[in-house]
């Protein structure tokens, strides 16, 4: 009599993956009958599939399909007549801007890219935003089980946390190459995706913006130019500010928890309708992964670092769109026009947005941008465009998503301040961030010197 085959040893005995383990395999050993896999077999043809990298997604992989994506349609480089509009167009909004703004002109440099130089030129501010989500998410399965299950369990853990990488950089690559079929300039998602002072504009996405508005093509350009300009603008007169969106990015990826027997629930129910023999092929697991196998709800700390990354956008935007309707009035009379046609894209989000949305699991665009801009509008109306710029000096000055709710209230009943000198500016910003001072001092006025804090 033959021996009985040996059965495969479970490397998470003891863990709550231990019967999916058992389930899965006895599941896949009654499909058609086909019998029990050769896990070595399929190990080998997952590792075969995957070629070496570093980091937590193959990015030579996801440059290479963005490239094959933009690829799809006419990409032509930028003529010199389109780089010199461009760079004309930038150095006329930076003009304006000084009547609209405080803040100095933060553009040192303005071109024009194609689609393909927008991904090539942007993929290293994307590395810093995809990264953490992605390292979180490949390394959250390895993580949830107990250290004496991680050591069996590291080979299987291990192939598979290559292979998500490599199918993440599937969805970048598709993401980014989409992306860059709509962006209008490099500042268009909200966030800096270039060095500071390096102003670019999509001449081939803003022609196909400008179709079917009605108003002329120079108008179109300098409106754009007027955005991108004043976004180089307020990050470069507010220097904490790239780090605290990019902050938000990371920390929604360290917020990230794993639901263990949620996730075998899945898998149990995946594995049970998936041929055996499919699974060495890339597609198959494709779309097992794209299925919701490792698809994991936002955990509370998630949730407030989306909160903070959201309202943070709108305040950017909502500022950009209230510096520029004040740039271009009595100037431009298609201003209102483009405004609108600008605040409809940004809050809605194109196709390439929402795919990126889904693959990143976070929306780069606001969704209060009218509110933001409203309350931005209200606070230079009634103190003037220092106090509306002043805001941004310390990020616990920023309007909430309560204020959002009621913009017309921020700061309700201040009227424009006076005249303060240098020590007393300071004692009433240090008044706002830190609260009332305690102890017999707490009675100063806004005009007593402040308290030497070596005394």
């Known amino acids: 009599m033959a021996d009985e085959p040996e059965e495969p040893q479970n490397p998470f005995k003891g863990t709550p993956f231990e019967q999916f383990f058992t389930q899965g395999m006895a599941g896949m050993s009654g499909m058609g009958g086909q019998g029990m896999p050769d896990l070595n077999q399929l190990f080998g043809q997952l590792q075969s599939m995957m070629q070496p ?11 290479d399909l963005a490239r094959k994506t933009v690829a799809q349609s006419p990409d032509p480089t930028p003529t010199s007549a389109q780089q010199n509009a461009v760079a004309d167009a930038v ?15 933060g553009v040192t440099t303005a071109t024009a890219w194609s689609r393909a130089e927008w991904v090539v030129n942007t993929t290293d501010v994307w590395k810093v935003l995809v990264e953490p989500v992605a390292r979180q998410s490949v390394g959250a399965l390895g993580s949830a ?8 369990a590291g080979p299987i853990l291990g192939i598979l946390g290559r292979a998500i990488g490599m199918l993440l950089a599937n969805q970048v690559g598709s993401g980014l190459g989409t992306l860059a079929g709509e962006v209008l300039s490099v500042s268009d998602v909200g966030v800096p995706l270039a060095p500071a002072g390096r102003a670019a504009l999509v001449p081939a996405n803003v022609t196909a913006f400008a179709d079917g508005l009605d108003v002329p093509a120079d108008d179109v350009l300098l409106y754009l130019a007027l955005r991108e300009a004043a976004h180089q603008r307020l990050f470069a007169g507010v220097p904490w500010l790239r780090d605290h969106l990019v902050g ?4 929604y990826a360290e917020g990230i928890e794993v639901n263990v027997e949620g996730i075998q629930q899945r898998v149990e129910e995946q594995m049970r309708g998936i041929d055996p023999a499919s699974l060495g092929n890339p597609e198959a697991m494709q779309q097992m992964l794209e299925g919701g196998m490792f698809e994991l709800p936002d955990s509370p700390a998630q949730k407030a670092a989306l909160e903070r990354l959201e309202v943070t956008l709108a305040l950017v935007e909502g500022w950009v769109d209230e510096v520029v309707g004040q740039a271009t009035e009595g100037r431009m009379p298609s201003a209102a026009k483009l405004q609108e046609a600008v605040r409809r894209r940004r809050a809605a989000g194109g196709p390439a947005e929402q795919t990126f949305a889904t693959l990143v699991g976070l929306e780069l665009r606001p969704r209060r941008l009218r509110d933001a801009s409203t309350l931005w ?17 310390h990020p616990d000055l920023l309007p909430t998503a309560a204020d959002l709710d009621d913009p017309l209230g921020f700061r309700e009943g201040a009227s424009a301040p006076e005249a303060l000198s240098e020590e007393d500016f300071d004692a009433e910003l240090r008044r706002l961030l830190d609260g009332p001072l305690d102890g017999p001092d707490s009675s100063e006025t806004p005009g007593d010197a402040p308290a030497d804090p070596e005394e």
Request: net charge negative.
């Open 91 to 105: 150095q006329l909004a930076d003009h304006w801007l000084d009547e609209a703004t405080g803040f100095p002109s």
């Open 377 to 393: 509008g209200s606070l230079r109306t009634r103190q003037g465009t220092e106090a509306r710029d002043g805001v941004w000096m």
């Open 248 to 251: 938000a990015v990371t920390a």
């Open 145 to 152: 089980l107990p250290e004496e299950a991680q050591a069996q």
């Open 53 to 63: 990298y570093d980091g937590p997604l193959n990015w030579d992989v996801a440059l």
